[in-house]
């Protein structure tokens, strides 16, 4: 008995034909799977070349190539021969392995994840969202269980007690709830100093002051006590030299391109200390004894209806192509010019004056700073810091 055992175990399982229902559903899957050709290159894989070349069937030349079908008669054939040359074992596993692969489905690429860079503002304004979100389907998204839970008492009257404190404290609180929504924080602001710069001028007299019965004349002159001199002021229309000489038969020149008298500038004034004896001008020796001024002594001139009054603060001697006796000057100032020594055209005699009537007032620069409040840049706020806001003092 025990060597039939034996015998029964050694022998090799009894061969199992597979069903043509499973044959035709496994070409069926893989030929939907991967086409016709990817069929017939897994056959001739399991098969060999030169098996399937005996045993193929002919393909009919009138139809395309992917939609020509194979018969169960060749197919048998096609696994009679596999089996004869590998077993049946191996024609097993080669069909599983098939058909597991025929069931793959492509993997579908995963979606990239891709980051935006958003404003910190923008991501707390989302997170206050999505807290606001859950609180409301916790609040409202479940109604079935807060029903159930009010059916019993200990969920129930603690819930309507709620309610009507709530309801009574909004009522009694109706004008304060009202007063702390509308009430509006003043912009906050912040104090700059802002610094100008003005130019300021003391008023002045546009004249100076005349004597008991003094007249001005209609014509402009000049008059100097210390020397005698009360000679009328000719302007000259040019810098022509010959045309100059001509004007002082008339009275002293002003010279063309300086200040009028009584502006701010140098007004400079030419006249003859001596001239030839036979040259028949009334002025020739009008400043004949301009040396003789010192500091202190005054100069009256009448200009457009108006006085000036200059005192002596120098003089100078230069020669006769010196022109920086001509230069202007940042206060009023009178310049009296003749040729010296007396009786000859050697040198040059300067006498400069300062205007002293009117009293000149000189502009100054007066730095003024003003404080100026402006507005301060505005944090806007979330919804929930509002509601914070509302309740918490602050």
Not at 255 to 282: C, L, R
């Amino acid at each position: 008995m025990t060597e039939k055992r034996n015998e029964n175990k050694k022998r090799p399982p009894k061969h199992v034909e597979p069903k043509i229902s499973e044959l035709e559903k496994w070409l069926a899957d893989f030929r939907s799977a991967h086409g016709h050709n990817k069929l017939m290159l897994e056959i001739k894989k399991i098969v060999g070349e030169h098996d399937h070349k005996k045993t193929a069937p002919k393909k009919e030349a009138s139809a395309p190539k992917e939609e020509q079908e194979l018969k169960i008669s060749d197919i048998e054939k096609i696994f009679h021969l596999f089996r004869q040359e590998h077993g049946h074992e191996k024609l097993k596993e080669s069909l599983d392995s098939a058909t597991q692969g025929s069931k793959k489905k492509p993997e579908q690429e995963a979606p990239k994840h891709v980051v935006y860079k958003t404003d910190p503002q923008t991501v707390r304004n989302d997170r206050t969202r999505k807290i606001l979100k859950k609180i409301g389907k916790a609040l409202l998204g479940s109604p079935k269980f807060i029903r159930e839970k009010l059916k019993y008492k200990r969920y129930r009257y603690p819930v309507i007690a709620t309610c009507v404190f709530l309801g009574i404290y909004l009522l009694f609180n109706l004008p304060l709830i009202y007063a702390r929504i509308s009430w509006k924080k003043p912009a906050d602001t912040q104090k700059l100093i802002v610094k100008t710069q003005e130019v300021y001028q003391k008023k002045m007299a546009d004249s100076a002051t005349l004597a008991p019965g003094e007249v001005i004349p209609a014509e402009s002159r000049i008059i100097i006590p210390k020397i005698s001199a009360n000679v009328p002021i000719v302007y000259a229309g040019t810098k022509d030299e010959k045309t100059i000489q001509n004007l002082l038969h008339s009275g002293v020149v002003h010279y063309q391109g300086t200040a009028m008298p009584g502006e701010v500038g140098n007004s400079f004034i030419t006249g003859h200390s001596s001239n030839y004896w036979w040259d028949t001008g009334k002025y020739n020796q009008v400043f004949v004894m301009l040396d003789k001024l010192g500091p202190g002594d005054q100069a009256v001139v009448y200009n457009n209806g108006k006085k000036f009054v200059y005192t002596v603060r120098d003089k100078v001697v230069v020669a006769p192509e010196d022109v920086s006796v001509l230069s202007p000057t940042a206060t009023p100032t009178l310049s009296l010019m003749t040729c010296t020594p007396p009786g000859t055209s050697w040198k040059r005699l300067v006498v400069r004056l300062d205007q002293t009537d009117p009293v000149y007032y000189a502009p100054e620069t007066i730095t003024k700073e003003d404080v100026v409040e402006t507005p301060k840049a505005k944090k806007q706020k979330s919804f929930l810091d509002n509601i914070f806001s509302f309740f918490m003092p602050n």
